[in-house]
């Protein structure tokens, strides 16, 4: 995993990005992108080493949070109809102690929309129009802050959109696949407790969480 420098503005932006309107969040999702961007360009070993010794982080716990936030996108960004959306959904509150109570589950990730026939089965929206969720490539995780044990990080994750309500005949994939990116904050403790996670698509529609 890369470790970059990711200055103090940036946690201050992100910070206040809740209380922030629609159009001031796409300004600092621009900023926050750009800053990330730029500072890829310093990513030599020595670099790495300077941020480290700066934040107070270990390399060790860098590699093993980045595998627990890795697991947390793949339940979150992979699913294929509204069933496995759902059981997504409970694997995110099962594995890293979410709640429906919080803004995450609530805002960015809501329950899917559903009728019900006289039997008690469930028809989804969300295969209705046949949506489908993967996670891209390797997501972008840098640490933005280190306080005791708690880790916080930015993560750019790409994640891949299809819909099977579109006519694929005549279609590459390239055309009928939507992707975009998704920009995340997160705090992982020292026992690897998740906490603080929130959200926005980089891309598309301005939507957050917390």
């Known amino acids: ?79 294929d109809s509204g069933q496995r959306y759902e059981e997504a959904r409970e694997r995110l509150k099962s594995r ?8 995450f589950l609530k805002s960015f990730m809501p329950p899917s929309r559903f009728s019900e026939d006289t039997q008690g089965r469930r028809f989804y929206y969300i295969d209705a129009v046949g949506l489908n969720s993967a996670l891209g490539e390797d997501p972008n995780i840098e640490v933005v802050d280190v306080k005791a044990g708690d880790y916080t990080y930015a993560v750019m994750a790409n994640v ?9 005949k005549s279609a590459s994939k390239a055309r009928t696949t939507a992707h975009r990116q998704v920009l995340l904050f997160v705090t992982v ?22």
């Open 189 to 210: 403790g020292a026992q690897g407790k998740v906490s603080n996670l929130s959200g926005v698509p980089a891309s598309g529609e301005t939507r957050h969480s917390g």
């Open 160 to 168: 891949d959109a299809t819909s099977d309500a579109v006519n694929q």
């Open 1 to 79: 995993m890369a470790i970059l420098v990711v200055v103090a503005t940036v946690a201050s932006l992100t910070w206040s990005s809740q209380r922030a309107s629609s159009a001031e969040q796409k300004v600092w999702i621009g900023e926050v992108e750009g800053r990330l961007a730029g500072i890829q360009k310093q990513n030599d070993e020595q670099a790495d080493a300077d941020v480290l010794q700066a934040l107070g982080a270990s390399r060790n716990r860098l590699g093993t949070d980045g595998e627990i936030i890795k697991a947390l996108l793949g339940m979150a960004f992979t699913w």
């Open 96 to 103: 890293f102690g979410l709640t429906e109570n919080q803004v």
